[in-house]
């Protein structure tokens, strides 16, 4: 891990200044990215064989896709890495002239490289690309494919249009796991002489949902707000409902305890919540609480779905949360109360 101050010229003078730490500690090695070994372990043939196909990288946010990409391109070209690679964003300007001049004017370029390698194009967020833009690139691909290679991150493949996938192999990333996302936490932690407790941990781990670059960004924003990384300054920090009140929400449900789980969500409401960050958390809390039956908690997930896409579709009101208060109590309470 490079723990290098960098410098930054600002008004003429040298102003030391700490680069972010998912950018001071983004893998420079196939080896030191975490999780999704079995694909990585593809990347690492690829990189000992030298020829690289062309790819296509779908996933989450903040799993590694484009990491791993930079990670290949710099095993595969080492010192010709700057003049061999280019890579273009979602923030550029990506249509049907792009591809025609930048990209074909880059695949046309001669560079030296060692034997058997490519140069490489790297698409981020190639989902995003127009239906023109993929077409020209598709017969670019096909035309420079014996001196270049192209990568394109997305987080869903089936964006990307047939013929181009059908030129790719594809590589699926899954949601990173929590202990592997703790384990990076914990070496940042470490390297940073970052003070913490577990509930802060915990908290990071739940607010992230898998995704490495919100943990580490909520890590370095609790650390710099609070100096010291506790479950309460998380959720401060990522100003999400607290679990704790929604475990509370959802054992009252569990009871049959409407005046109990509406007191709660008021609670929350009153705190300037909006009902997405609500129901959303509601579900997180749910997915993992043990003290609810398998069928209760199926049928629990079954109705905050139903108000989730309720709420997505524009209801985000007090009485949309209620009524999910309401379904959730008459399932908790015991059937045989009903019989008459």
Not at 149 to 162: D, G, P, T, V
Not at 191 to 203: H, S
């Amino acid at each position: 891990m490079s723990t290098t101050k960098e410098k930054e010229i600002a008004n003429g003078n040298d102003v030391p200044y700490e680069l972010p730490w998912v950018e001071k500690y983004r893998p420079k090695l196939l080896d030191d990215i975490v999780g999704n070994s079995d694909t990585i372990d593809r990347l690492k043939v690829i990189a000992q064989s030298g020829n690289v196909p062309h790819l296509i990288i779908s996933g989450m946010p903040g799993i590694g896709k484009t990491t791993s990409i930079h990670c290949l391109a710099h095993q595969l070209l080492g010192d010709a890495y700057k003049d061999a690679v280019l890579e273009l964003n979602a923030s550029d300007e990506r249509g049907v002239d792009v591809v025609r001049n930048k990209i074909k004017g880059f695949a046309q370029k001669k560079v030296t490289l060692p034997p058997g390698r490519h140069k490489i194009v790297i698409l981020d967020e190639a989902d995003s690309m127009t239906a023109g833009a993929q077409q020209a690139l598709r017969r670019t691909m096909e035309i420079y494919s014996n001196t270049t290679r192209f990568c394109l991150a997305c987080n869903m493949s089936n964006k990307i249009i047939e013929p181009i996938q059908s030129r790719c192999a594809i590589l699926r990333y899954a949601k990173l796991r929590d202990e592997e996302v703790l384990k990076r936490l914990l070496e940042i932690c470490e390297e940073e002489k970052v003070q913490y407790n577990d509930d802060g941990l915990t908290a990071l781990i739940f607010t992230a949902e898998g995704d490495m670059r919100q943990a580490i960004n909520n890590l370095q924003s609790t650390w710099s707000g609070f100096g010291f990384v506790s479950g309460e300054s998380v959720f401060k920090v990522c100003d999400q409902p607290h679990p704790i009140i929604i475990r509370k929400m959802i054992s009252a449900c569990a009871k049959g305890d409407i005046d109990g789980a509406t007191a709660s969500l008021s609670e929350l409401w009153q705190q300037g919540y909006s009902a997405v960050d609500i129901v959303v958390t509601i579900f997180r809390v749910v997915k993992n609480f043990d003290e609810l039956p398998e069928y209760t908690k199926l049928e629990f997930i079954k109705e905050i779905g139903f108000t989730h896409m309720r709420i997505l579709e524009g209801v985000g009101t007090l009485i949309q949360l209620s009524g999910l208060m309401a379904r959730l109590c008459k399932m908790g309470r015991n059937p045989e109360e009903f019989k008459f």
